[in-house]
């Protein structure tokens, strides 16, 4: 998979997430699609984007990559409207942003799997986890986080998934670092948790774990020149 496979992306959802992170994606050249369950919020969107209000069927048969932004509770339902019953999600690549955390307790629902995991397990989908660790306005307005910028984790069984994903974490203005197969996906899913009481506790909503190194702070090798590469880090 190429760059070139980001020629063809879906929304799902039309909630905060993927009115943040979606603006990003909007480019000449690209067939964006929008799909969610409330008529007058998907055409909303997709006026606002420029981009084409599509059943949930037909933008997973129409596209390569699927931003799935839906709450974690809907995703399943999501996905059987998708055509996962039916083969229609097999080898697409899902990105999966969605943190199934319980936010009385601020743990997750479901601590033995992660959504990621079960989300691929369902499809058949090359999914990744990614942009789960940030707040919608980091997606949004992408604070400045200095010299090495905001490193963004993400995890995947397939290379090539992560690649493309790569790229879109570039496209918001970040960096992909790379943190392995997809079951680190229940790792992210808990860090969120952790950032999700930190910021109902009160702290601003830039606050988010960030993979810097002091080489990165001090250089901007790992910045926005190299964006869409994705960094491994070092094993230590
Ligand atoms: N908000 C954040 O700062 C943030 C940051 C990182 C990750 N996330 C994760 O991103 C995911 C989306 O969060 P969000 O903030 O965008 O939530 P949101 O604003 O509440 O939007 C949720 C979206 O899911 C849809 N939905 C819910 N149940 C559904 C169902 N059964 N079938 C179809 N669609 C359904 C909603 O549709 P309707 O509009 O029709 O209700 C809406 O489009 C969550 O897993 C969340 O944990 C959020």
Redesign the pocket.
Known sequence: MTMNSLSNLAVF??????GALAPHFARPGRALTVS???RT?VERLASELGATAMGWRDAADAADVILL??????VD??LIAAGADDGLLEGKVIVD???P?EVEKFTLVHPEESLSVKIQRRTGARVVKA??L???DVWRAMPDYGAGGLMVPICGDDPAAKSAVAGLVDEVGATAIDVGELRQALHLEAAAAVVIRHLFGGADTSATFNLVSARSASSSSISRASRGDICTPKPV
Do not use: K
């Open positions: 959802g039309t909630g905060a997430m993927a969610g369950r409330t919020e932004a839906v709450h974690w509770a809907g339902d999501v942003c969605g943190n955390v942009f789960n940030a707040h919608i």
